[in-house]
Structures are given as structure tokens and as C-alpha cells.
């Protein structure tokens, strides 16, 4: 069992940055892949980013590469989202999940999840 929760969402201006972390509680994070996804109002969760449960394996959605940084401490039991060129289209609650081991690409698969951090960027 793991448990997430994110933290570090805040109003920011455009062209701002922010850097969104994750806090997982349980022994064996160093074994899971972590994600981050979005869910802007009337949308549907959208992924971002996922790294594997060694960092070996990373992939970043096309939406967000160039801009968004997917990093883990397994130190810490913890994994941030560094966000920069803030955009207001990229204004939605930001959520972390978690699954055993291997990345998979899109919302399905990922078996824990946290309640998720606004993030609002003003034009």
C-alpha cells in the first residue's frame, strides 16, 4: 500500500515557475514507477510524465516536454514536477500516482493515487 500526497500548487503568473512535489508514505517506494497527470475543469485526466522505479525508464508527454522535469529522491520518498514557462492552459489539479516497478504510458494501470494540487496560472 502506498499513499500520496502532493503538495507545492499555488496561483503563478505566466512564463512563472513552479516545482510540484509528491510524498509517498511505505517502505518500498524505491520499488514503484511514479506518474504525473493533470485534470483541467471539463477535461479529462491528462498524463505528463512517469519515471520507473529506478529512473531508468522516463517518458514525458509531448504537451509538457521542453517545459516539465519529472525527477525522484528515493531518500526522500518523494517525486517533484518542475514546471517552467507557465502557461494558463496548463491551469488544472496536478496528481501523482504510483504503480509497481514499470512506466506505463497513459491514466490506466496506475494502481495508487494522491488527491491532487491546483494549479492556477493567471495570463
Known amino acids: 500500500q502506498v499513499q500520496l500526497v502532493e503538495s507545492g500548487g499555488r496561483l503563478v503568473q505566466a512564463g512563472g515557475s513552479l516545482r510540484l512535489s509528491c510524498a509517498a508514505s511505505?517502505?518500498?517506494?524505491?520499488?514503484?514507477?511514479m506518474g504525473w497527470f493533470r485534470q483541467a475543469p471539463g477535461k479529462e485526466r491528462e498524463f505528463l510524465s512517469a519515471l520507473s522505479w529506478d529512473g531508468g525508464s522516463t517518458y514525458t508527454a509531448d504537451s509538457v516536454k521542453g517545459r516539465f522535469t519529472m525527477s525522484r529522491d528515493n531518500a526522500k520518498n518523494t517525486v517533484y514536477l518542475q514546471m517552467n514557462s507557465l502557461k494558463p492552459e496548463d491551469t488544472a489539479v496536478y496528481f501523482c500516482?504510483?504503480?509497481?516497478?514499470?512506466?506505463?504510458?497513459?491514466?490506466?494501470?496506475?494502481?495508487?493515487w494522491g488527491q491532487g494540487t491546483q494549479v492556477t496560472v493567471s495570463s
Open positions: 511505505g517502505r518500498t517506494f524505491s520499488s514503484y514507477a
Open positions: 500516482a504510483a504503480r509497481l516497478y514499470r512506466i506505463v504510458v497513459g491514466t490506466a494501470s496506475w494502481n495508487y
